[in-house]
């Protein structure tokens, strides 16, 4: 992880937990 990363990067990472997560389930 960086010291900071761009809000993009971090919104799809989010996006692909959510995602992850949901076919997970």
Do not use: W
């Not at 960086?2 to 389930?25: H, S």
């Amino acid at each position: 992880m960086v010291k900071a990363e761009p809000p993009c990067a971090l919104l799809n990472f989010i996006f692909i937990f959510i995602r992850l997560g949901i076919l997970y389930f």
